[in-house]
Each structure stands twice: as C-alpha cells, then as structure tokens.
C-alpha cells in the first residue's frame, strides 16, 4: 500500500491539489488531512481497480476474506474498499464501513448508507462492533434497527496485531461494514439468516438516541432531562422528561 501511496502522490499530485483547491479547506492541518485522504483513496484504487473488484466483490458475495486473498490486500483495506464502489452507472452494494478502538472511538469512517455514525463520544454498546473487540478472527452477524426504522446487516471483525515486541502492547480494534437489509440476498454472509426476526434496537450514541427503556443507556438524550423515581425500580434507574422551556 505505501508503495501504491507513493505512485500516486507523485502521479495524480496536481490532480490533488487541484481538488483541495475546490473544496475550499480553510487550515493547513485540514488540507494535509483532505491530501492524505485523497491520497489514500488513489491507492487504494490502485490496488483494487473499481471494475475489476466491483465484479469480483458480486462473484463472491462480497465475501472479505475471498476478495483480500484474491486482490493482495488487508482486511482493512478490502472493506473499506467495498464501501466506496458508488460510481454513477456502476454501482456496488451501499455499504457503512467503521472502524472502532477499544475505548469505542470512531477512528475511521466511510459510509454509503443513511447509516449515522457518533462525531462525539462513544457509540451504541448494543451495536456488535463493540463486542468483536473481544473475538479476534470471528465474523459477528447481527440484524439491528435504527430509532427511524431502518435495519441493516451489521458484519464486524476483531482484529489484533502484535507490536514486534515483548516491551510495547499490541493494536487490537473492529472492523464494521455493514448495509440495508434489502441487500442482504447479495452477502454471503446472510445465508441461513432469518432478515424477518426480530432485530436488535441499536441508536448512535445515548445523547440522541430517543429510545427510553434502554439497559445499557448511560445519558439521557440532549432534548430529555432524567426524572428520578424515589421508590419505584424500572430497567434503568431514571425515566426521561422533557426539558423545561423557558417562560
């Protein structure tokens, strides 16, 4: 891959410029961060050329570990790939791809979905992506819904590299990709699966997720205040109230 970065940095670095130029980014650390951005989006087209992968990705049903086998490629790399494949005329399976450190931050994003991600603070603990942390090389499959109805397929990865030595600790993080239930009959990774079973009540994060018998809720919704029963016991220990309006 870096070599892949270092073909294309010099190859298509006027093309680059010349599209952080349009997009009007205001700070040098925001332009270095949109160069490095597009750049990695190059390479990896250059390692997965859209046609060529596109029509792999539908031979196989999108499965991952096929195609990153087949195109020489990370883990990594081939989903976030797979959530890019959005050219008009030519479009792929509508994927989200994520990935999420052990402290539940987003520390790569891409999505083609309607999917939301959390900009801020942790993200939903009901969504699997936070239990493959603890199953390095298992595939977790789960159907969940969001607070407006939409169900996805949610697929997520554990994956851990070891550091190269006994004296620093080793990266360990998920992987999540994911997409609308009605693309599900396209992944390998639906079959067997009931899409009609009763689906996993997932949100972004707890301060604008509006569900409220929630177990694992840990802040109440920024448009809620928490009322405080003094002698009842529900699933959570407060219940949400509407905030005040000023008179």
């Given at each position: 891959?870096?070599?892949?970065?270092?073909?294309?940095?010099?190859?298509?670095?006027?093309?680059?410029?010349?599209?952080?130029?349009?997009?009007?980014?205001?700070?040098?650390?925001?332009?270095?961060?949109?160069?490095?951005?597009?750049?990695?989006?190059?390479a990896?087209?250059l390692?997965?050329?859209?046609e060529?992968?596109?029509a792999?990705?539908?031979?196989?049903?999108?499965?991952?570990?096929?195609?990153?086998?087949?195109?020489?490629?990370?883990?990594?790399?081939?989903c976030?790939?797979?959530?890019?494949?959005?050219?008009?005329?030519?479009?792929?399976?509508?994927?989200?791809?994520?990935?999420?450190?052990?402290?539940?931050?987003?520390?790569?994003?891409?999505?083609?979905?309607?999917?939301?991600?959390?900009?801020?603070?942790?993200?939903?603990?009901?969504?699997?992506?936070?239990?493959?942390?603890?199953?390095?090389?298992?595939?977790?499959?789960?159907?969940?819904?969001?607070?407006?109805?939409?169900?996805?397929?949610?697929?997520?990865?554990?994956?851990?590299?070891?550091?190269?030595?006994?004296?620093?600790?080793?990266?360990?993080?998920?992987?999540?990709?994911?997409?609308?239930?009605?693309?599900?009959?396209?992944?390998?990774?639906?079959?067997?699966?009931?899409?009609?079973?009763?689906?996993?009540?997932?949100?972004?994060?707890?301060?604008?997720?509006?569900?409220?018998?929630?177990?694992?809720?840990?802040?109440?919704?920024?448009?809620?205040?928490?009322?405080?029963p003094?002698?009842?016991?529900?699933?959570?220990?407060?219940?949400?109230?509407?905030?005040?309006?000023?008179?």
């Amino acid at each position: 891959f870096q070599m892949a970065y270092q073909i294309v940095a010099e190859d298509l670095g006027a093309i680059i410029e010349a599209e952080l130029a349009a997009a009007g980014l205001r700070s040098p650390a925001a332009q270095a961060i949109g160069r490095i951005s597009l750049t990695n989006y190059a390479a990896g087209a250059l390692l997965l050329p859209y046609e060529a992968f596109r029509a792999r990705a539908m031979a196989t049903r999108h499965d991952v570990d096929r195609l990153a086998l087949q195109f020489q490629t990370s883990f990594e790399q081939t989903c976030h790939r797979l959530s890019t494949l959005q050219r008009p005329g030519s479009r792929g399976v509508p994927f989200y791809f994520l990935r999420v450190d052990r402290a539940g931050n987003i520390t790569k994003r891409h999505s083609a979905t309607r999917f939301q991600f959390a900009r801020f603070g942790g993200t939903c603990p009901l969504w699997n992506i936070h239990e493959a942390l603890d199953g390095a090389g298992q595939t977790l499959i789960q159907l969940a819904e969001m607070p407006d109805g939409e169900r996805y397929l949610c697929l997520a990865w554990g994956i851990e590299k070891r550091s190269g030595s006994h004296l620093e600790p080793g990266r360990r993080y998920a992987l999540g990709l994911g997409c609308d239930v009605q693309h599900a009959s396209a992944l390998v990774y639906a079959d067997g699966l009931d899409l009609k079973a009763r689906t996993t009540p997932i949100g972004v994060s707890c301060r604008i997720c509006e569900r409220e018998n929630c177990r694992q809720r840990a802040f109440p919704p920024i448009d809620r205040a928490l009322a405080v029963p003094g002698a009842e016991r529900s699933i959570v220990p407060f219940t949400l109230r509407p905030l005040k309006t000023p008179a």
